[in-house]
Structures are given as C-alpha cells and as structure tokens.
C-alpha cells in the first residue's frame, strides 16, 4: 500500500462593509436611519497548492458574496429616535439575543438525551439478549434520564412559548428607549439637512449613526 501525502493551502478573507438603513416606524410613522456594520470571511483552498490565485481569489468572491447578503437582509434592533418604539419585525432577533442562555440549556439537554437514548438501547438489547439484574437496572437509569430530559424539553417548550407571547421591549420606559433610537438614529429629515449641510455633510451624516 502506496500513502500519497495529502497537503493545501488554504486562504482566508475578511471584509468589512456598512450600509444605511431606513426604516418607517409603524407607531408614529416617522421615517428614520441608522447605520449598520457587519464583517464576514470567505475560504478558499488550493490543493497541493496548485491554485493558489484561484483559491485567494474564491475567498474575497466568497466574503464578498456574504458581506452583501448580510448587508442586505440583517438589521439591528434600533427603536424610533422619536417615540422609542421598537417594530414587530425586530422581535425575534430581540428574543434570540436575549435567549443564548436558552439555547445552551437546550443544546445540554439534547446532548443528554441523546446519550441517554443510545445507552437505554445498548442495556436494552443486552439485558433481552441475557436477562441480569445489572443491566435491568443500568436499563431503568438510562430511560428514566430520556423521559427526565423529555419532560425537562416540553417544559422549555413551555416557557419559550410563553416568552414569545408576552415579549414586549415597547413595554420598558419610553424614555429610555427614545434615548437608545437617538444614539443610533436620526430622522430621515434630519439626516439629509445634516448630508446636504457642507460637502463634509455625507461623511458627518454617517458618523453620528456609527454603532456605539
């Protein structure tokens, strides 16, 4: 037997992009603007380093490719400067944020489960295969943890259900909330005296929606 040494190399590309968003709030129907940042990284690989220029070269199409369609589809959770209200639509990216510690508890439990499920199966199939009190019982642990684990998923089910129901950040103080649109947001009025103020205008514009 022949072992043929496998080796590449392999290219990296990050970029950096920002994009003006505008947005009409649905409780006031001001319209207003902030700007978004985001950074995204392509990889490109050149077995036996035969394609280097290519794989560099699928590396920025790739980064570049992503940096756009995050550009284009993402958002960040800024409330109107004017009345601090907060749309429906940015909801979910809200509960995801404020959620991770969730999806870690889930990500245990299913980690449990899983062992659980494979370790029931094996004392199972054992104990069938010769009835003895040790595996008889390893049995009962492993299925009692799964239906445990079970139970424990339905009722994060539960709660999570109950969460999306009565999640409402319009709910916190007015003020605090119109205090976070300021900071990152401005009146599309505003923003375009401010633009067409000086030949500077647009640069200025832009810094003062810059994330904090």
Known sequence: MI????FWQEFT???QGRVLKAVSCENCSTEYVYL???????????MYMLDNEG?????????????????ENDFDPVPCPV???????????MREMKGMWELAIKLVVILIGSIATVVGTRDSIAYLRRPND???KNMAIAWSVLLLMCLVGLGLWIVNR??????????QDQQSRIAIGRNRAVTRAEF????????EGWSQATRKLGPT
């Open 3 to 6: 072992h043929l040494p496998v």
């Open 13 to 15: 590309t990050t970029m």
């Open 36 to 46: 978004m940042e985001r950074e995204s990284s392509g990889v490109g690989t050149s």
């Open 55 to 71: 794989a560099e070269g699928h590396s920025q199409s790739a980064a570049a490719d992503t940096l756009k369609s995050v550009l």
């Open 83 to 93: 009345c601090g209200h907060y749309q429906r639509f940015i909801f979910p990216k």
């Open 134 to 136: 040790d595996d008889l």
């Open 162 to 171: 109950f969460k999306v129901r009565h999640f409402n950040p319009n709910a």
């Open 192 to 199: 375009e005296s401010l633009r067409d103020a000086s030949p």
